[in-house]
């Protein structure tokens, strides 16, 4: 069944919101840089909100907001997946999960193991837990990114006590598969190491891949494996901070449970709120149907780039609304973003932020309207000229 894609707001309407995307630069800069798309909110979401805003609903989050059942019922629909909402927790946001789960499961000094390119910070919420980065990049195939195995291997051999997967991959959109998976849980079980897996892209997972959740790739998995887990991406709520720890384990369960109650307290109610709508069935059509715009606008990328800036080198994500695009051959050094902020007036993520391989690179957001991606690509490839 055809799905009719979701339209972004117009410029005139966006620029009139208070977040970093459009309050960073000024009205002269097309934004696309930082983790927001410019769809309405999904109607469930407004009402929720809403409602909480007319009656004053603006107290502190209560123990059972409902998020952790509404979360279970989306991950059996969505993933095919059967959580158990007692081994969940919720907290403030994605990286703060992270954090608190690492500083039980790793002492002062240890490595984590992160697969760059990835997400910036990766290379901060380690140390904020007393461990050190351990940088494993990804195997580029030369047609995709994939986990090194052999390298993680290496590297649990040589001390690393723990893993920071991403689950899709940010910033090259990588699924990672079942497979891979359950041989990452094989291996760091071997070594008697934790697997803990952000997973806030997944329910962007687009047609043409099928998402995994590590703790669901195989028994081993959910024995080693922590997932962290939030309505933020898929449904732009990153200011409202809600985010679930997921476990699967009696052992990994007992992790979470014991963290202080302080930790669960930092999760915002109109964060609960809107994940609890975001998360229930009523708001499965608007992100089937924001899913069908950004199908179009990872396709319609491509096209822009063979065509006006046929130097670059871009892979189609299979998750997400952010592009991992190689601008060396342009010349433009280490970090070609500068230069497009300066002479296109174009933002885009700065890639050497993403670690070593992230040199000539930058992160596109491709969540907003096909009209604004069409001039950001025609402004960039202006200064090529």
Not at 34 to 56: Q, S, W, Y
Not at 136 to 158: C, H, K, N, Q, Y
Not at 228 to 237: C, G
Not at 315 to 334: H, K, N, S
Request: contains cysteine; negative net charge.
């Amino acid at each position: 069944m055809s799905v009719t894609p979701l339209q972004a707001l117009p410029l005139d309407q966006l620029r009139q919101r208070s977040s970093t995307k459009w309050r960073t630069y000024g009205d002269d800069v097309l934004p696309l840089f930082v983790a927001e798309t410019d769809f309405a909110p999904a109607p469930a979401i407004t009402a929720a909100l809403g409602r909480a805003v007319a009656l004053g609903d603006t107290g502190y989050t209560p123990p059972d907001p409902g998020i952790v059942t509404a979360y279970a019922g989306f991950a059996a629909r969505r993933f095919g997946w059967e959580v158990d909402p007692s081994r969940v927790r919720t907290t403030c946001d994605v990286m703060m999960g992270v954090v608190e789960i690492l500083r039980r499961v790793v002492e002062p000094g240890d490595r984590v193991i992160v697969t760059t390119p990835v997400y910036p910070p990766f290379f901060e919420c380690v140390p904020e837990a007393g461990a050190v980065v351990e940088r494993v990049p990804l195997r580029d195939t030369g047609t995709s990114w994939e986990l090194d195995l052999l390298a993680i291997e290496a590297a649990f051999a040589g001390g690393a006590r723990a893993i920071l997967l991403c689950n899709p991959h940010n910033p090259t959109g990588t699924v990672h598969s079942r497979e891979t998976l359950a041989a990452l849980a094989d291996i760091a079980a071997g070594f008697g190491a934790v697997v803990i897996s952000d997973e806030i892209h997944a329910p962007l997972t687009h047609r043409d891949a099928a998402f995994t959740p590590f703790l669901n790739a195989s028994p081993v998995a959910a024995r080693v494996g922590y997932a962290v887990v939030s309505a933020s991406k898929a449904f732009n709520l990153a200011g409202l901070k809600c985010a679930l720890m997921v476990t699967a384990a009696d052992e990994t369960t007992g992790v979470v449970r014991a963290l202080p109650a302080e930790v669960e307290w930092r999760t915002g109610l109109f964060g609960a709120i809107a994940a609890v709508a975001a998360f229930s069935p009523e708001s499965d059509d608007w992100l089937d149907a924001q899913l069908a715009a950004l199908d179009e606008n990872r396709m319609l990328l491509a096209d822009l780039l063979a065509a006006h800036l046929p130097a670059a080198r871009y892979r189609i994500p299979d998750a997400g609304f952010l592009a991992w695009v190689d601008l060396r051959d342009l010349g433009w050094g280490d970090n070609p973003a500068v230069k497009i902020l300066r002479d296109a007036r174009v933002a885009l993520h700065l890639g050497p932020l993403f670690g070593e391989e992230g040199r000539g690179h930058v992160r596109i957001n491709f969540g907003c309207s096909p009209e604004v991606l069409r001039e950001a690509v025609q402004r960039i490839a202006q200064i090529s000229r």
